[in-house]
């Protein structure tokens, strides 16, 4: 069998279900409210938001006119996305709040090397590629990496006091298409962009996720630091990156601040 036959995607694994969520506040509704009614509408809203820090959401504050606060919900599953979201429309805060817009998508780990080794792997024994046969070797062979990679799939809010988050695609255009290079390439060029990122590793926690099949773009990425301008620098720096020079669209930038339930007050 000839390589050319070795299914083009990379393994993936996927983690937790994500939802950002953007807010404007209503300013003329909210001034409108007499003092009493405001601290009872905060009082409820704050109760709800230390459950749903408790629950592995985030609340920040948007700079710029692009919304005025983002929800950052992560759950181990799409039902439980669900429930919050219903339980955020229910408040009586949100009768203040308009939602400007939203992203669906799964955190989600792309495994490069390990696909070359296990595909290679799984060749080499004689198994064919999209058979039976050949999911079940997949499978046993990602079952420790998923194990291994529980933390990352399923990761807390990182405490940092900055975010940053953005969807992105990977280019399909005439002259350059990334899902029409071959493997070997797109792990070499995606190895290269993983060598940049690790640089910051201590500086940024960066979530991936992916979002083909749930919203409009293929990736979100979310980042969180302490410093805001290590955002501009991973990201200038990572523009000279092939992959990112070569391959990348992006989508709409959100920059924000961490909030705990408890300073809510602050944001109205
Ligand atoms: O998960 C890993 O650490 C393994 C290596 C790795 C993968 C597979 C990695 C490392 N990333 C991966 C996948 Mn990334 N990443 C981005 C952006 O602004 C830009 O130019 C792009 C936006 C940033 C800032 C960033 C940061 N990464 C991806 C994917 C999926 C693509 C696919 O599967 O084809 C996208 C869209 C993407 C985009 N990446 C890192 C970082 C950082 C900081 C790291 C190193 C993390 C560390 O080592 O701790």
Redesign the pocket.
């Known amino acids: 069998m000839s390589n050319t036959n070795i299914p083009a995607v990379?393994l993936?694994l996927e983690g937790a279900a994500v939802l950002h969520q953007l807010f404007r506040i209503e300013w003329s509704k909210w001034n409108a409210l007499e003092a009493g009614k405001k601290q009872s509408i905060l009082d409820e809203a704050k109760q709800f938001f230390v459950r749903l820090e408790g629950a592995n959401s985030g609340l920040f504050s948007i700079l710029g006119h692009k919304g005025d606060l983002m929800l950052v919900h992560f759950r181990s599953g799409f039902p439980e996305i669900s429930e919050v979201e219903l339980a955020v429309s229910k408040l009586e805060l949100n009768q203040y709040l308009v939602q400007t817009t939203s992203y669906v998508s799964v955190v989600?780990?792309?495994?490069?090397e390990s696909t070359q080794k296990i595909y290679g792997a799984l060749m080499e024994k004689g198994v064919i590629p999209n058979t039976p046969e050949w999911a079940t070797g997949v499978q046993e062979m990602l079952a420790h990496q998923r194990t291994a990679m529980a933390p990352?799939l399923f990761p807390d809010v990182p405490a940092r006091k900055y975010i940053?988050f953005?969807p992105?695609d990977?280019r399909r255009g005439e002259q350059n298409n990334?899902y029409m290079e071959s493997l070997p390439d797109?792990a070499r060029l995606?190895?290269e962009?993983?060598m940049?990122?690790?640089?910051?590793?201590d500086v940024?926690?960066?979530i991936?996720s992916?979002s083909i099949g749930f919203d409009d773009w293929?990736?979100g990425?979310t980042?969180f630091a302490d410093d805001p301008l290590v955002?501009k620098k991973?990201?200038y720096e990572?523009?000279f990156?092939e992959?990112?020079a070569v391959y990348?669209e992006?989508g709409v930038f959100y920059f924000g601040m961490r909030h705990s339930a408890a300073e809510l007050e602050k944001l109205f």
């Open positions: 990379p993936t989600e780990l792309g495994l490069y990352r940053c953005y992105m990977r990334w797109r995606m190895h962009h993983g940049v990122g690790r640089r910051y590793a940024v926690k960066q991936i992916g293929e990736w990425v980042l955002f991973l990201i990572m523009r990156d992959v990112s990348a992006f």
